[in-house]
């Protein structure tokens, strides 16, 4: 197939990926003598830091999401193709695409990173994740739907299963849409669901470490866990969560958690390009870099964001999977490209980080800055709700987003609970669009005589 890039006497910068890190890159080289080519398989850029908000039905997706050709209308080197990119070959200086091949002068890999399901068969095709918008709305819908299968059955195993919510994983992710949860208990489930007992309805967050949001301050981690028991959120440390089957959310080879819905929010991979050497990709699928983003070896390839393992002397495990890194990266890598074109040596990075902030749920949330400081609250809720809106991408996002919250503030109610599209697990499908689960296992065999639900 031809891809109908125009020819151009200018060096050709082919991006794969336009989420956090491909977005910024395409827009600093807007004025560079390079033609500018970006890939990717979603006409739209996902602000997934706010998916678990469309999962609980908070935002609608098109708030959170923008077209790629939109953002870039009026750039006069910038060519977009929707493709999957399928392999690189860095001979031939050409990525191989669903929709054709595409030569390159230089390539830069800005893919983002996969859910990490540790191989276990189980949790990969039965678990929820949350890494796009569809999957935000399968979890929407999903929870929705289970509840409507809740005020169905007799069966009072059933029942709990079907509304007991297992979250896995106690990073920002999980501690996020944990409280997103418990706020929809109060505040949404008893008006639209009276016929259920909620009290019996429990959200248990597990994590396989000794903390919730590991990489924070411990002031944070206290205030994290101090909120989930204020929410009544059940937190589950130092376990992990070996497989899901028939609706069991296994802990040991025998102990489970009864549930139909399991979210799995316990990490993720770089989402490195098939072509790369293998011995250039780290063992959490990120592809080496040095310090100028560039692939040993491999002089005119780079990676940026999620996908790029760049070590640093106080980051030995690479630096975090966060936007600020992607864009950085991005923004240097549009000025280095540009030295190098015109044969001037580029210039280090050097992570600049503004700090971190997770939120809980209604004026709980936790801010930790550089030097130590660390705040809570309603000033670290605000101050989470003011970086979002503005980081949003484009003005329309940005108002719709600012309605919808104030609409929830006010009413103690979320808008969005309808289920457009019912989702059944034998549509689980990872990123790349393959089916993931072969069958439903909505119709488990419900154990007679179930264990009690045994979380330490
Ligand atoms: C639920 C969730 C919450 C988060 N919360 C925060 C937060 O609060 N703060 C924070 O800083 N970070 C947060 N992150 C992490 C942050 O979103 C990532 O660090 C950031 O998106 C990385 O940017 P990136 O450009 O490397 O990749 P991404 O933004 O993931 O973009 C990758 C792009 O590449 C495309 N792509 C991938 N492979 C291919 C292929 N083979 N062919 C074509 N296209 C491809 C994808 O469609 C996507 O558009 C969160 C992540 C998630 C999932």
Request: proline share 6%; net charge neutral; aromatic share 8%.
């Amino acid at each position: 197939m031809d891809t109908n890039l125009p020819v151009s006497s200018q060096p050709r910068v082919v991006i794969v990926g336009c989420g956090f890190g491909g977005l910024r890159l395409a827009k600093s080289l807007r004025d560079a003598p390079v033609q500018v080519v970006v890939i990717d398989r979603n006409n739209y850029h996902n602000f997934q830091p706010l998916l678990y908000q469309v999962a609980t039905g908070a935002l609608e997706a098109d708030s959170i999401a923008y077209p790629i050709r939109k953002i870039f209308a009026g750039q006069k080197n910038f060519f977009y193709r929707m493709a999957d990119v399928q392999r690189v070959d860095t001979a031939a200086n050409t990525v191989h695409t669903s929709v054709g091949d595409i030569r390159y002068d230089y390539l830069v890999l800005a893919t983002g990173s996969l859910t990490n399901f540790f191989g276990i068969e189980s949790l990969e095709k039965n678990a929820m994740q949350i890494k796009s918008i569809p999957n935000a709305l399968n979890l929407r819908s999903f929870i929705f739907q289970n509840f409507e299968k809740a005020l169905l059955t007799e069966n009072p195993e059933e029942k709990q299963a079907l509304m007991n919510i297992v979250v896995v994983g106690g990073g920002p992710t999980g501690v996020e849409i944990s409280g997103s949860l418990a706020e929809m208990r109060k505040h949404v489930l008893p008006k639209d669901y009276p016929e259920l007992d909620l009290s019996k309805m429990q959200i248990i967050l597990v994590e396989a470490g000794a903390e919730l949001l590991g990489p924070m301050s411990v002031k944070s981690q206290q205030d994290a866990m101090r909120y989930m028991q204020e929410l009544g959120v059940k937190v589950v440390l130092n376990t992990h969560i070996k497989g899901y089957e028939n609706c069991r959310a296994y802990y040991s080879d025998t102990e489970f958690i009864p549930t139909e819905n399991l979210i799995w929010a316990a990490g993720v991979n770089g989402a490195a390009v098939p072509g790369i050497p293998e011995e250039l990709v780290a063992r959490n699928k990120r592809i080496n870099v040095n310090q100028w983003n560039q692939v040993p070896g491999l002089s005119n390839v780079f990676a940026i964001g999620d996908v790029a393992n760049m070590v640093t002397d106080d980051m030995p495990k690479g630096l975090p999977m966060l936007a600020p890194v992607a864009q950085q990266q991005a923004d240097l890598l549009g000025d280095n490209l540009q030295r190098l074109i015109k044969g001037q040596p580029p210039v280090p990075f050097v992570y600049k980080n503004k700090g971190v902030m997770a939120i809980v749920s209604r004026n709980k949330a936790v801010v930790d800055l550089p030097k130590d400081v660390h705040f809570n609250g309603i000033f670290g809720w605000f101050t989470w709700l003011f970086v979002h809106l503005m980081t949003l991408v484009g003005f329309r996002n940005k108002v719709v987003a600012f309605v919808d919250w104030a609409f929830s503030y006010f009413s103690s109610d979320q808008a969005l609970r309808l289920i457009i599209r019912p989702f059944s697990r034998r549509d689980v499908k990872d990123d790349q669009g393959k089916k993931k689960a072969e069958h439903a296992t909505s119709t488990p065999e419900y154990n007679p005589t179930p264990p009690a639900i045994q979380v330490k």
